[in-house]
Nanobody, 115 residues
């Protein structure tokens, strides 16, 4: 079993920055293959960013050049650095890890960007 706990969310003005963190715990926890998703009010959860085991990353078009995913294997923590935030980035952000054929989710953290 893998447990994921997000932190770092909050309220920020448009144009500002936030860094989300997600720490994994549990016997088989690792941050080799991890991703961030988000869900805005009234919308479906959408993919935001992913980092693969080899280090390659990919992003949804709307955040390219503004968001950056990274990880720390020792701390078992994945980060999402968000810059130039826009009101449309407002959502609950979820981290996810892929371990042993299963996908695990954090509880989500609110990010609110005011205009």
């Amino acid at each position: 079993q893998v447990r994921l706990v997000e932190s770092g969310g909050g309220l920020v003005q448009a144009g500002g920055s936030l860094r989300l963190s997600c720490t994994a715990s549990g016997k088989s926890a690792n941050v080799a293959h991890v991703a961030w998703y988000r869900q805005a009010p009234g919308k479906q959860r959408e993919f935001v960013a992913r980092m693969y085991g080899g280090g390659n990353s990919e992003y949804i078009d709307s955040v390219k050049g503004r968001f950056s995913i990274s990880r720390d294997f020792v701390k078992k923590t994945v980060y999402l650095q968000m810059s130039s935030l826009k009101p449309e980035d407002t959502a609950v952000y979820y981290c996810s890890s892929f371990n042993g054929g299963a996908q695990y989710w954090g509880q989500g953290i609110q990010v609110t960007v005011s205009s």
